[in-house]
């Protein structure tokens, strides 16, 4: 909770199965507003391996504890993790407010960037929030996002594919995120193969329990 310190290591292979698609030749030319960010000669390929969903610490008060980040960060230097998930549920970002977000960032890319490849958490239920937070993550040096489908409204899968598509339209690469435990809406795996056709499409986080769906999304 908001209130505590405490460190926990969430790997994302545990909690759900990662893909990465393969890149298609796909020769459509899309005009991005990355240019606009902070870190486009700069941004590092996710790796193979375990992602952290690294969680936020905060104070007593409720306010982002710093010192406490970065003693967070530091461990996983030094303990070799792969990749970080940072702003997501596990980060508790849901509650936070875009200044705290930044904050937030500010502190993960002054720590590691370079050095642990940044996954920000972007996706919440408003797609015009969605873009807000995508921007932001870009501008403050994010490496790539990961955007879950806008939950509880359940939109059709064409919805799905327009949503998606405009994130991935901004120019950072995108890992979709299917928990329909959660959404109650699934990323159907024939959405799933239409998306992987965009070039900053990269890759699925799959937690809907089911290994079958490894093997169909293959």
């Given at each position: ?91 508790e970002a849901s509650t936070m407010s875009m200044d705290e977000r930044a904050l937030v960032l ?80 699934d990323i159907k795996d024939e959405t799933v193969a239409t998306l992987a056709e965009h070039e ?19």
């Amino acid at each position: 909770m908001r209130a505590t310190t405490a460190s926990f290591l969430g790997l994302l292979p545990l909690l759900g199965c990662v893909m990465a698609f393969q890149s298609s030749s796909n020769n459509n030319q899309r005009m991005s507003p990355l240019v606009m960010g902070t870190n486009s000669d700069e941004m590092m390929q996710l790796k193979k391996g375990a992602t952290c969903a690294l969680l936020t610490p905060f104070t007593a008060e409720g306010k982002i504890d710093v010192p406490g980040l970065e003693k967070l960060l530091q461990f996983h230097l030094n303990s070799g993790t792969d990749n970080l998930c940072v702003l997501g549920t596990t980060a508790e970002a849901s509650t936070m407010s875009m200044d705290e977000r930044a904050l937030v960032l500010t502190t993960i890319v002054n720590s590691v960037k370079g050095k642990i490849p940044l996954l920000v958490g972007t996706g919440t239920i408003d797609p015009n929030h969605v873009k807000a937070m995508t921007q932001q993550a870009i501008d403050l040096g994010a490496d790539a996002n990961l955007v879950v489908s806008p939950y509880y409204v359940k939109p059709p899968q064409r919805g799905l594919i327009r949503h998606f598509t405009e994130v991935a339209d901004m120019g950072l690469p995108v890992i979709l995120y299917n928990v329909p435990g959660r959404t109650a809406c699934d990323i159907k795996d024939e959405t799933v193969a239409t998306l992987a056709e965009h070039e900053y499409i990269v890759g699925i986080k799959d937690a809907t329990g089911d290994l079958n769906r490894v093997a169909s999304l293959k």
